[in-house]
């Protein structure tokens, strides 16, 4: 048995459930609607970095007038305004890395007089400048996150301190803004990467001249700003990737001389490799993503026989780690990505069987609840993980898909076959590329394109939702859940 629960499945019962489903299924949310026209007729208002925040969205939108600057949303029209203008007229304050800290929300963006750290709470005018002459360092994998009360930024100060962009700390204040540790002493940057919180502990990435770039950890002062372990002795890097939260634990992709490119896993003590590959061969791992208390991800797999890229989860421990299923047969990858949890147990992602094309998958763990829910499109892909994203609400998922008739647009998904649908065709000339989707509050909130507005922020009523939850059973080739109405 896996860290994903598995349960029998009794036949009386699953028809008792699927006659529950068929009788709540008109209570659907209502059809998608455009929020607001941000920049008004047919151009698009690019909006980029959203971030759900106490039942707003936080996000950057940019319009013929004031360029781009820092808006949020309710899913109204009247409540979706851009919070202050940094920049004056068309000048771009580019805000970027929106995080929470508390009841604020910190990003990075320029004024009129210099580049910071601003904060919000979403209220008109409501920003203030936290730190002056700072540049969070981009691209980089999560710049800015909090842990332990704290928000943890990589980046540099203009001015004394030059372009070294190391690790930050901040309390929202000016003064409370600091430099945490030179990790790489002199002009060359440490680069702190793929910043994340278990717990109160911060993990990340960082280079120094004596290890190369491994895993570090901090609680916010300098002599608890430390090296993890050096995965890949010497000045070789171990380049950890992919560092992910999953059940109180780290886990992240590193490789080692010993063990090649593998998984690994922080509990509480040193890093300890997953040898999925025994010895110095890589099991390689990608698309890390949490499930439950572990995590599931792709990997090359055990070298004992030829495959592609397939399906993998992981406890934490060697006999806790495990090929889900063979999707893709022989030494053809089944192209896994955007792994996204449901309940902690099932969970959904897009696999190519070299059958079907790239399409919805789901799994419970186990190579028989694994299984494709919808051809979307039975002439090419259905999804790939440049157009498509996958976001979990009460009932089910919504996805972005393209059936090869009406090309990208906003889909819903309960699991099965069935449940699978089309929520609305946005752009009937083409396609709707709906992106950002976000769960706020009652609502899915998200960006999609079509002639009139361009491509703006649209919304979709939740708050009739059947919401699924598990009974605790399941077989093969069906799903049963129950249902409440939230």
Known sequence: ?????????????????????LAASPCWGDDPYLVRDINPGPDDSYIFNVLSADGLLYFRASTAGHGAEPWRSDGTEAGTFMIQELKAGSG?????????????????ASNDTATGIFKTRGGLNDVALVKENFVLWLPAETPMVSAGGQMFLSGSEVGTLGGDKELWKSDGTPAGTVRVKDINPGPIASNPEYLVAVGNTLYFRAYDATHGT????????AV??????????GLISSSPIELTQAGGRL?????SEANGAELWVVDGGLPTVIDICPGSCSGGTGGIARVGAGVCFRSLGDGTTTTGAELWCSDGTQG?????????????????????DFDGRVFYFIADDTVHGSELWRSDGTAAGTWMVKDINPSGDGMNNVNSEI????????????????????????????????VADINPSGDAYPSHLTI??????????????????????LSLEPCLFRDGFESGDAIAWSQRIP
């Open 92 to 108: 771009f304050s580019s805000p970027h890395a929106f995080s929470r800290l508390g009841l604020d929300v910190f990003f990075g």
């Open 391 to 422: 976001v979990a609400s009460c009932g089910g998922i919504f996805f972005s898909a393209d059936d090869g008739v009406n090309g990208f647009e906003l889909w819903r998904s309960d699991g099965t076959e069935a449940g699978t649908t089309m």
């Open 440 to 461: 706020v509050g009652h609502l899915l909130l998200f960006t999609a394109s079509e002639p009139t507005n361009g491509s703006e922020l649209w919304g979709l009523d």
């Open 224 to 233: 608890g700003t430390n090296l993890v372990q050096d995965i890949y002795p």
């Open 214 to 221: 491994e895993l570090w950890s901090s609680d916010g002062t």
């Open 320 to 340: 806790g780690t495990f090929k889900v299923k063979e999707i893709a047969p022989g030494t053809t990858p089944a192209y896994i990505a955007l792994i996204t």
């Open 251 to 255: 886990f992240f992709g590193a490789a």
């Open 1 to 21: 048995m896996s860290f994903i629960d598995r349960h029998p499945l009794s036949v009386p019962r699953l028809l008792f459930v699927v006659a529950l489903w």
